[in-house]
């Protein structure tokens, strides 16, 4: 959504906002033509309030809220990926970043690639478990990829000890 915009917004003939339908779509049929995933779902975050913001009120107090012109592509997304027969993953209570199949999957003996932007995703990094940070700057996406190894060279912990170093962070 962010790294589409530029200096305006693209919008379809009608006015309404294709930003974030745009980069969803590039940025999963580029990790799509690169992997060629045999099972794929997609996480979501509900409105309600997870574990976190019961416990502290201030969690994410400072961050601004989703902008009106994101929040009103994500039903459109959601169409998309049903008419895909991609698997929604959404429980209230819980963040996307939260929800996560990665662990029993590998126990399954996939190997398995998490798409997101969320560098708290690193904790699950193993040698089975690669984590794709795309960033997209002027239309164009390129992929950072961080498995055990690399996250491990990258930030001198191991994925388990980055639960500790983002806690650190806050």
Known sequence: FYGIMGNKMLTTPDGKYTNAVYGFLAIMFKVMDDINPDYMAVAFDLKAPTARHKMYAGYKATR???PEELA???PIIKD????MNITIIEKEGYEADDITLSKRAEKEGMEVTIVSGDRDTFQL???NIKIRIPRTKMGKT???IFDEDKVIETYGVTP????EVKGLMG
Do not use: G
């Open 160 to 163: 388990k000890q980055m639960i």
């Open 125 to 127: 990094a193993s040698k």
């Open 142 to 144: 390129e992929t950072d």
């Open 64 to 66: 601004h809220a989703m």
């Open 72 to 74: 009103e592509q994500m």
């Open 80 to 83: 998309i990926l049903r008419k």
